[in-house]
């Protein structure tokens, strides 16, 4: 009678675990995180640079508004100017001291001056449809933009040198291909990490039970390395590397263009900030001179020395005079602004000089 031999269990069972660890792709994952890193800073600095211009359009758009409505006091003053003088016209021509066609002369210049003032007031509209549009809201929303310009100091500006220097230093758009060439130089070596051979370590743990006759119940472990590199592969990583060499040249070329363009673009700025300012110093001498001429004239077509075109045309004078007072106040605040964004300030608050 022979003893039966139990060859295996009905139930066996295995269980293996590897852990595999790359090495030599270490520098590729390295590299690859910091460009999408670098990626998330360049969104950033690219939406900084579109809150800047989106926030002087604003500003430009809101001292335009105030500039209109200040063109239209003028007009509106103009009108009443010639209407006093339409009415001291007919005055003098019910007592017989000048003829109709003095009191006509008035009366045409009274036409011309509310021609004005409807233009004046249909500009208002048209800007403060634009303010309101770059704010977001409907053109047609009603917006009173306040004014709290008094008397606008002529500010002075810093040199223009030292205006360019501080451009390229603070502009964002240099720090944005900045970021763009630092991840040049990363896809560069992210390229290079691709040559390397891959080199992996590998730990691998299996266990097996129950025994068997032909096999003990055992616990294998097992640490080692694998390694394989591609030996052909058409040149695609090497071509790649050309590539990313290609890409982080043409952002260094594109830096110190960039450089050029900020430093006249600056530059510009700076002219026109200084001739704004200039301009507005004239404007306020023009219009003291202006005042006196038309009370000059006024003073002489009462005592009979002149006609109402004399007095129309001071008018018309001191009205071009005012008008060019108030375009030259806000065409020498946005050119402040203007000069802020250029070197990579905020706007101007009144009163501060740069």
């Not at 002087?56 to 009443?80: G, I, N, P």
């Not at 390229?168 to 763009?180: F, G, H, S, Y």
């Not at 404007?283 to 005042?291: G, K």
């Amino acid at each position: 009678y022979l003893q039966p031999i139990e060859v295996r269990a009905l139930t066996t069972w295995s269980a293996s675990f590897t852990l595999a660890q790359p090495i030599a792709s270490l520098w590729t994952i390295k590299e690859g995180y910091a460009l999408r890193k670098m990626g998330v800073d360049l969104a950033g600095l690219q939406r900084k640079a579109a809150r800047r211009d989106v926030a002087f359009q604003v500003t430009e758009a809101y001292y335009r508004v105030l500039q209109a409505m200040r063109l239209a006091d003028v007009a509106q003053k103009s009108v009443e100017n010639i209407d006093a003088q339409v009415r001291r016209a007919q005055s003098f021509f019910r007592a017989g001291t000048v003829g109709r066609n003095d009191v006509l002369r008035a009366e045409l210049g009274l036409a011309g001056a509310k021609q004005r003032l409807i233009q004046a007031n249909g500009a208002v509209v048209l800007v403060r449809g634009r303010l309101a549009t770059l704010m977001g809201l409907a053109p047609e929303t009603a917006i009173e933009p306040a004014d709290s310009i008094t008397d606008l100091a002529v500010t002075p500006v810093m040199p223009a040198p030292q205006a360019e220097d501080r451009a390229v230093a603070d502009r964002l758009e240099i720090r944005e291909i900045a970021a763009q060439t630092e991840q040049a130089r990363a896809g560069e070596r992210l390229a290079k990490s691709k040559m390397l051979p891959q080199v992996n370590a590998v730990a691998n743990y299996t266990h097996s039970s129950p025994a068997t006759l032909f096999a003990p119940k055992q616990n294998v472990w097992f640490i080692g390395g694998t390694a394989s590199w591609d030996i052909w592969e058409g040149g695609g990583t090497y071509y790649g590397i050309d590539e990313s060499k290609a890409r982080l040249a043409q952002a260094l070329a594109a830096r110190r263009k960039a450089e050029d363009m900020i430093r006249l673009e600056t530059r510009s700025a700076h002219v026109n900030a200084t001739t704004a300012a200039q301009a507005l110093t004239v404007a306020r001498d023009a219009v003291t001179q202006a005042e006196e001429n038309f009370r000059i004239e006024q003073k002489r077509y009462e005592s009979g020395d002149n006609t109402s075109f004399d007095v129309l045309d001071a008018e018309n004078q001191l009205t071009t005079a005012r008008g060019q007072l108030q375009a030259a106040t806000y065409d020498s605040l946005i050119a402040q602004s203007n000069l802020a964004r250029a070197i990579g300030q905020q706007s101007p608050i009144q009163g501060n000089t740069l």
